[in-house]
């Protein structure tokens, strides 16, 4: 082969090199190039690595094998063995010498269970005075160095009557123990029952008898106690119950009449005749009523009659009350109007005796009205009494309103009342209720004529009115006789 620069020859790998492969190497020693196999050159080349220079991650553990006992106690750096570096059970028993591990070498927290390590030294961590107690001997330690078979009497704490404890059992006490501690009364007498027993100091029976007369105490008017039946007395005993004597009486309770004899025992008995009632007072009654059927017919006379208890007389209206009764009469004395308190359609109200029509009614003013509404405005006793109200409608006619009337205070055609649609009334205008077949009419205060259809001919037939010489302008007015009359003249009277 030609020579070749080295960066010219074909490669070797690792794997096809032998240990008879030679290798070239330059001999310092003898200033020449020598030849050396790779077997030499390995061995060579191990020799020659300083100390502690290879490092562990450079080699595979795989390729290590270190013969048993080749490493030994001097080879080991000191400490360099952890305890991580240990295999399970690699360290035996005997592989550790005889007082070779101190309290020192003992991980602390291998202490558990009341031991631990105090300068250097292993021990229990429990402190108490030595001593004796319960049977039991102990050192300071709390560990048990001896015991007894019982507990001496003096190491148990007597009982007392709050506190759980030991007890003597003396046999003046009542009780008996026996030698295995079984405790008992110390008594024995024959099961039996009686009444009356016999105890001792202890509170044990100790003997019984049947209950005698003398041991029961003897009723009082306070006391329970036994009492005894003489043979005079109204009672009998019979097997230990007391019954009252027979009596002839049949047993029953329709009697109201009775007969005793000194013990109290019903002898005989009948019902009341009216000989045994007594006579009564009047002042006796002081509850209850007598109902009409009570009153014989005719028996209530003119003198027992009370004042207005037939006919009130008063000129004020007397209004609506469930104390009146229907039938009942108000007399008006100013217009000796008589009214008689009734019951119609539109409810209870005061309707006048013997009016009916209009010829024999009197005239009266019942208030003011408002014909642009057709409602009333202002009321009189005379309208109250005939049931108007301030602010209700005109009511319709009927003849308890005939001879009524009411004033106009404000202009208006709406008087919807029958005879008087779309009548125009005007202030001063009257409207008049003749009664409920002919309705109301409108009589002109300005007009002579009577004006509304001859009102002024209406009012004529009434009893209290008397028209005469009618002229324009005159109005009517009442003088002390109680006649309405037409007149020019205005008289204030008296105030």
Same mark, same amino acid.
């Given at each position: 082969?030609?020579d070749?620069?080295?960066s010219?020859?074909?490669?070797?790998?690792?794997?096809q090199?032998?240990?008879?492969?030679?290798?070239?190497v330059?001999?310092?020693?003898?200033?020449?190039?020598r030849?050396?196999?790779?077997?030499?050159?390995? !061995?060579?080349?191990v020799?020659?690595?300083?100390?502690?220079t290879?490092?562990?991650?450079?080699?595979?553990?795989s390729t290590?094998d270190?013969?048993?006992?080749?490493?030994?106690?001097?080879d080991?750096a000191?400490?360099?063995v952890?305890?991580? !570096?240990?295999?399970d059970?690699?360290?035996?028993?005997?592989?550790?010498?005889?007082?070779?591990?101190?309290g020192p070498k003992?991980?602390?927290?291998?202490f558990?269970? /009341?031991l631990?390590s105090?300068? /250097?030294l292993?021990?229990?961590?429990?402190?108490?005075?030595p001593? *004796?107690h319960a049977?039991? *001997?102990?050192?300071?330690?709390g560990?048990?160095?001896?015991?007894? $078979?019982l507990?001496?009497?003096?190491?148990?704490?007597?009982?007392?009557t *709050?506190?759980?404890g030991v007890v003597?059992?003396?046999?003046? /006490?009542?009780?008996?123990?026996?030698?295995i501690g079984?405790?008992s009364?110390a008594?024995?007498?024959?099961p039996?029952?009686?009444?009356k027993i016999?105890y001792?100091?202890?509170?044990i029976v100790?003997?019984?008898?049947?209950l005698? $007369?003398a041991?029961?105490?003897?009723a009082?008017?306070?006391a329970?106690?036994?009492?005894s039946v003489?043979?005079?007395?109204?009672?009998?005993?019979?097997?230990?119950a007391?019954?009252?004597?027979?009596?002839?009486?049949?047993p029953?309770?329709?009697?109201?009449?009775?007969?005793?004899?000194e013990?109290?025992v019903?002898t005989?008995?009948t019902?009341?005749?009216?000989?045994d009632?007594?006579?009564i007072?009047?002042d006796n009654i002081?509850? /209850? #009523?007598?109902?009409t059927e009570?009153?014989?017919n005719?028996?209530?006379t003119?003198?027992? #009659? $009370?004042?207005y208890?037939?006919?009130? #007389?008063?000129?004020?209206?007397p209004?609506?009350?469930?104390d009146?009764y229907?039938g009942?009469l108000?007399?008006?004395?100013?217009?000796?109007q008589?009214?008689v308190?009734?019951?119609?359609s539109?409810?209870?109200?005061?309707?006048?005796?013997?009016?009916?029509a209009?010829?024999?009614?009197?005239l009266r003013?019942?208030?003011?009205f408002?014909?642009?509404?057709g409602?009333v $405005?202002?009321?009189?006793?005379f309208?109250t009494?005939?049931?108007?109200?301030?602010?209700?409608?005109?009511?319709a006619?009927?003849d308890?309103?005939?001879?009524l009337?009411?004033?106009?205070q !404000?202009e208006?055609?709406?008087?919807?009342?029958p005879?008087?649609e779309s009548?125009?009334?005007?202030?001063?205008?009257?409207?008049?209720?003749i009664n409920?077949?002919?309705?109301?009419?409108?009589?002109?205060a300005?007009?002579?004529?009577?004006?509304?259809?001859?009102?002024?001919?209406?009012?004529?037939?009434?009893?209290?009115?008397?028209?005469?010489?009618?002229?324009?302008?005159?109005?009517?007015q009442i003088?002390?006789?109680?006649?309405w009359?037409?007149?020019?003249?205005?008289?204030?009277?008296?105030?």
């Amino acid at each position: 082969m030609a020579d070749l620069r080295i960066s010219e020859l074909r490669p070797l790998t690792e794997n096809q090199i032998v240990s008879a492969d030679l290798f070239a190497v330059a001999d310092l020693s003898a200033t020449e190039t020598r030849k050396i196999t790779a077997l030499d050159q390995a !061995k060579a080349t191990v020799r020659l690595i300083p100390d502690g220079t290879i490092p562990y991650g450079k080699i595979d553990p795989s390729t290590i094998d270190i013969p048993d006992g080749s490493v030994t106690a001097d080879d080991l750096a000191d400490d360099s063995v952890t305890h991580e !570096k240990l295999a399970d059970n690699a360290v035996e028993t005997n592989n550790i010498l005889d007082g070779a591990v101190t309290g020192p070498k003992i991980d602390p927290s291998a202490f558990n269970r /009341g031991l631990d390590s105090t300068l /250097g030294l292993i021990g229990i961590t429990n402190a108490v005075l030595p001593g *004796t107690h319960a049977g039991l *001997t102990y050192n300071e330690q709390g560990l048990i160095t001896g015991s007894t $078979a019982l507990i001496p009497a003096s190491d148990l704490p007597v009982a007392t009557t *709050t506190d759980v404890g030991v007890v003597s059992v003396p046999v003046e /006490g009542g009780l008996a123990i026996t030698g295995i501690g079984a405790i008992s009364i110390a008594n024995n007498i024959a099961p039996s029952t009686q009444p009356k027993i016999t105890y001792d100091q202890h509170g044990i029976v100790i003997g019984g008898a049947a209950l005698e $007369a003398a041991d029961l105490p003897v009723a009082t008017e306070t006391a329970i106690g036994g009492v005894s039946v003489p043979t005079d007395g109204n009672l009998r005993v019979n097997d230990g119950a007391v019954r009252m004597l027979t009596s002839s009486v049949i047993p029953g309770s329709g009697y109201t009449k009775f007969a005793c004899n000194e013990f109290g025992v019903i002898t005989d008995a009948t019902t009341l005749v009216s000989s045994d009632i007594p006579e009564i007072s009047a002042d006796n009654i002081t509850s /209850g #009523m007598f109902p009409t059927e009570r009153l014989a017919n005719n028996s209530v006379t003119a003198p027992k #009659m $009370a004042d207005y208890s037939t006919c009130l #007389m008063q000129e004020d209206f007397p209004g609506y009350s469930p104390d009146y009764y229907l039938g009942m009469l108000w007399w008006q004395p100013s217009t000796a109007q008589l009214r008689v308190y009734t019951r119609g359609s539109a409810g209870t109200q005061w309707s006048p005796v013997g009016f009916g029509a209009l010829q024999a009614n009197n005239l009266r003013w019942g208030g003011v009205f408002d014909a642009s509404t057709g409602t009333v $405005a202002v009321v009189t006793d005379f309208g109250t009494t005939a049931g108007l109200a301030a602010g209700a409608a005109i009511p319709a006619p009927s003849d308890e309103l005939s001879g009524l009337y009411l004033i106009c205070q !404000k202009e208006g055609n709406a008087v919807n009342q029958p005879a008087v649609e779309s009548i125009n009334f005007t202030p001063g205008d009257w409207l008049l209720c003749i009664n409920e077949q002919e309705g109301y009419i409108h009589i002109d205060a300005g007009s002579t004529g009577g004006g509304g259809g001859g009102g002024s001919s209406y009012l004529a037939t009434l009893l209290d009115v008397e028209l005469a010489g009618l002229q324009d302008g005159q109005r009517l007015q009442i003088d002390n006789t109680g006649i309405w009359r037409n007149s020019d003249v205005l008289d204030g009277g008296s105030f």
